[in-house]
């Protein structure tokens, strides 16, 4: 090989590497882009209700993590309906459902499944709990 066409394929070679770099740039900010936006619900004041098959008391604050932008106006709409099934699904727990390391994740799951399901809907992702106190 002459020194030519040595030049010429490293010369080849990063230009390549350049190309795939910017590539792989602009993949990656098109994907960020697309990331769902998590938007937030308050639907009021705490909840306090009993627990199933006792004398304890719930009391939990609750956020809702949603994912599709537009639909405050439906969520304010629906807030007795959304309530309803918070407290319905909250009373379905006995004290010992309540005390299982893993209660926050499952009943942020079943909070989610019981919402998008009573809505007919399927943008609820998530409940946060800024309050969760078991009485009696």
Known sequence: MNK???IIIIVALVLVI???????FL???ANKEKEEK???YSPGEYFVTNLKDSNSLLKVT??????????????TANNAIIRNAIVFTLRSKTKQDMQALDIETNLSNEICQKLNA????????KVYFSDLVIQG
């Not at 350049?18 to 792989?24: E, K, Q, S, Y």
């Open 118 to 125: 009573e809505l007919g809907v399927d943008y609820f992702i």
């Open 4 to 6: 030519k066409t040595v």
């Open 18 to 24: 350049v190309a795939m770099g910017v590539g792989g």
């Open 27 to 29: 993949f990656l900010s």
């Open 62 to 75: 609750v956020t809702l993590a949603y994912n599709k932008e537009g639909v405050e106006e439906e969520l």
């Open 38 to 40: 998590v938007l937030f």
